[in-house]
């Protein structure tokens, strides 16, 4: 088997405690469709994916609604890239989030601006331009 490189995250879960509310803001937000999500080993748990392209760069993930897992840990920051960070986080105020740090240069490595979901969680929006 050839060793081959890969970049160390592949999937990625936003603990929500309202599935509905998480799911409008990050569909507003981001201007994409969530899909549902099964799990057939424990249906109490609730997944909405977020659209995927395997062949692309970088991980998908998910919304996930689940006893003993709450919303708003902030123990790990998701990056979503955008054409320009401005734009979905001039959405994130309308859809019930909050706008922890507007866009920032962070350099070379481009932009980001932090914000709030609906449930609390931290999550980062990071462009180039």
Same mark, same amino acid.
């Given at each position: ?39 057939? &080993? ?5 997944? !909405?994916?977020?659209? #995927?392209? $395997? +062949?692309?760069?970088?991980? @998908? ?32 105020? &309308? ?5 922890? !740090?507007?866009?920032? #240069?962070? $350099? +070379?490595?481009?932009?980001? @601006? ?16």
């Amino acid at each position: 088997m050839e060793n081959k490189q890969i970049n160390p995250a592949v999937w990625f879960e936003i603990y929500v405690n309202d599935m509905e509310r998480a799911t409008k803001f990050y569909e507003t937000v981001l201007n994409v469709k969530l899909q549902p999500m099964s799990d057939p &080993a424990d249906e109490a748990m609730q997944m !909405k994916s977020f659209p #995927s392209a $395997g +062949e692309n760069f970088g991980a @998908s993930g998910s919304l996930v609604k689940m006893e003993r897992m709450k919303g708003g840990g902030n123990g790990i920051m998701v990056y979503f890239g955008c054409e320009d960070c401005a734009v979905e986080e001039s959405r994130v105020e &309308a859809a019930g989030g909050n706008v922890y !740090k507007p866009k920032m #240069s962070i $350099g +070379e490595y481009g932009f980001c @601006s932090i914000v709030a979901d609906t449930e609390g969680n931290a999550i980062g929006l990071h462009s180039m331009k």
